[in-house]
């Protein structure tokens, strides 16, 4: 039960982190998603640095990468995570895993939002 309570505050945090993100990063009119962008790169770079600290030091507790990694990453991006598992996979020498991971999400993700966008469409 603690690992949950872990997980959810630190996503309600990531949460709120990045919707002041969004009111902090505007598109400035060019229809490029500028903070959504921010986001993604920061979080990535958060899951990495985290991660690294906590698994090579005795820095950071598994409790506390629990809440900063599942938790606040979590909740700030889901693109964090898919890059953090990207990297492993680069890392054991599964780049065609690696490839197929990034293809298939980001082409898997788009079909889904169109069916998603559809369904909801004809529901209607």
Same mark, same amino acid.
């Given at each position: 039960m603690k690992n949950v309570l872990? %997980?959810?505050a630190g996503g309600f945090a990531g949460s709120v982190a990045r919707y002041l =993100?969004? #009111?902090? %990063?505007?598109?400035?009119g060019t229809g490029f998603p500028f903070a959504t962008f921010a =986001?993604? #790169?920061l979080g990535s770079f958060l899951i990495g640095f985290i991660t690294e600290l906590a698994l090579?030091?005795?820095l950071l507790s598994p409790e506390t990468r629990l809440l900063l990694t599942t938790g606040f990453c979590g909740g700030f991006t889901t693109f964090s995570t898919a890059m953090y598992e990207t990297g492993g996979l680069?890392?054991?020498g599964e780049a065609l895993y690696a490839g197929l991971y990034v293809a298939g999400s980001l082409?898997?993700?788009?079909?889904?939002?169109a069916s998603g966008t559809l369904l909801?469409?004809?529901w209607q």
């Open positions: 872990l %997980v959810g =993100v969004a #009111l902090a %990063v505007p598109f400035s =986001v993604n #790169l090579s030091t005795t680069m890392r054991d082409a898997g993700g788009l079909v889904c939002l909801a469409k004809l």
